[in-house]
């Protein structure tokens, strides 16, 4: 499917507002969301069936030509194969014309997007982490969405109301103003909207194409690198030679006596229990409201530091230098996961990337292996080893003593001039390469004995065979090179059929 391109001078941006629907219009929202995921969990069990009954087949010794064909799992085939099977179906034949046509569209979507994104995962051509089949989704753990693309989708002209497809007309609990305005002045146009539960309330979503003007910023010439770190949030060196220090506020931290306490509370109270069917108790949901509420806030607390932080930096400089971190590999390291996952560092090279090229400048992304703690931004030596514990960089070349996260900052800051004048030490495709000492561009990692990895995978999965075919593969015939089905999604599912 094609991606959409806004137009020229245009960007897709989106407009989230919490919603204070009445009961009526919550149950609605809820039956919504929960024929998303009927539709979704249909479209899984109708495109494995095939590849169950084709296994089956198999291990009865029939031919390629006698197995059962592969069925597609493109949107428009799923589509209208669920239009077929909806009035006949006694999953949906007494209730689905409740609901919206977008609510099952958006089921099915999800599914054809999960189908499609494990397909390229095993061929390889999809980045990342290696993906496995779509399974079910349960009803207990899914996220309640559900997303309108036609229909009536508006925000009314008193700025408190919004009106969608089925749903009718729901007072916002926050003005929509803003939105409002640029929809009255010609400068946007609603795109899709998208309601969810998130955070203990109902939120919906415009995704608008929005008329932006380039912003220019304060300081266009003078460019910025952000050392991001635990203790301090981030370390600010331009190229001017001008430090900064934002503070890391800890918001989770400061938060975790109120949540101790809470939990203490839920823990005496008396909860489900799935094995015995247990309902939980008045009590044990009230305490886990309030607690729930901590969690929210914590949330709320970061997501707004986080973009104040990423608005003022994208605002000011021209350049912005970040460093290309393994967050997941650094969450590995329990005495640190905890904060840094407090402190959000993928969030904001995220936040960066988009508003700086709003605003009209760039950012640029240093190589992941770079010594920026490690190389004195005075001289250029690299130290072979610099443990993290040692919070001060001394030169053993130059008399330079700094902080390390100062000395860190300043090294990305005059990283931008390096990519430009092609010095090598940006890692220009260009440049011949400066061997260093060993441990100071990496960390080399000793395999484990009885881990080394073998011809299969986790699972049972097959790494696709790489070869040049003389014509293209359908879609429908996409899985024949995938061999073992051995991970498959719901090996005892009642949808598997056997003969």
Known sequence: MKKFQPQP??????????????????????????????????????????????????SYGLGEDELTSWRPWSLPSLRKAFNEAKRTDPMFSAWWEENSKEAYNTGLANAAAAFDNYAKSKQGKR?????????????????????????????????????????????????????????????????????????????????????????????????????????????????????????????????????????????????????????????????????NKMHHRVTNLRTDALHKLTTSVSATYGTVVVEDLNVAGMLRNRRLARRISDAGFGEIRRQIAYKTAWNGGQMILADRWFASSKTCSDCGAVKAKLPLHVRVFDC??????????????????????????????????????????????????????????GAGRAGGAIPAQRGKEARDRPQAEALTRFGDVTDLPGRNARNAESR
Request: charged share 25%; proline share 4%.
């Open 396 to 453: 053993d070349a130059c008399p330079l003593v700094i902080g390390r996260d100062d000395n860190a900052a300043l090294n990305l800051a005059a990283l931008a001039a390096d990519c430009s004048t092609g010095t090598g030490v940006a890692g220009d495709q260009d440049t011949v390469k400066v061997s260093k000492p060993r441990g100071a561009d990496g960390k080399t990692r000793v395999a484990r004995s009885g881990r080394t990895a």
């Open 9 to 58: 001078g245009f960007v897709v941006q989106a407009y989230r507002f919490a919603l204070d629907p009445n009961a009526a219009q919550e149950a609605a929202l809820r039956s919504h969301c929960g024929a998303a995921r009927a539709a979704y969990n249909w479209a899984v069990g109708w495109v494995t069936a095939s590849w169950w009954q084709r296994a089956a087949e198999t």
């Open 127 to 291: 980045k990342g982490a290696r993906m496995g089949a779509p399974r079910f989704k349960s009803k207990r753990k899914a996220r309640l969405s559900c997303r309108f693309t036609t229909g009536t989708i508006r925000i009314d002209t008193d700025g408190r109301h919004v009106t969608l497809p089925r749903l009718g007309t729901i007072r916002t609990h926050e003005p929509t103003v803003k939105l409002l305005a640029c929809v009255q002045a010609g400068t946007a146009r609603i795109l899709s909207a998208t309601v969810r539960h998130e955070r203990g309330r109902w939120l919906v979503s415009f995704q608008a194409e929005v008329k932006r003007n380039l912003q220019r910023v304060a300081r266009p010439d003078v460019t910025v690198g952000i050392d991001l770190g635990v203790k301090t949030l981030a370390v600010m060196a331009d190229s001017t030679g001008e430090i900064r220090t934002v503070a890391n506020p800890g918001h989770y931290d400061a938060a975790r006596k109120q949540l101790r306490r809470a939990s203490r509370v839920i823990s005496r109270r008396q909860g489900p229990d799935r094995r015995t069917g247990a309902k939980p108790s008045k009590r044990w949901e009230n305490a886990s409201t309030v607690r």
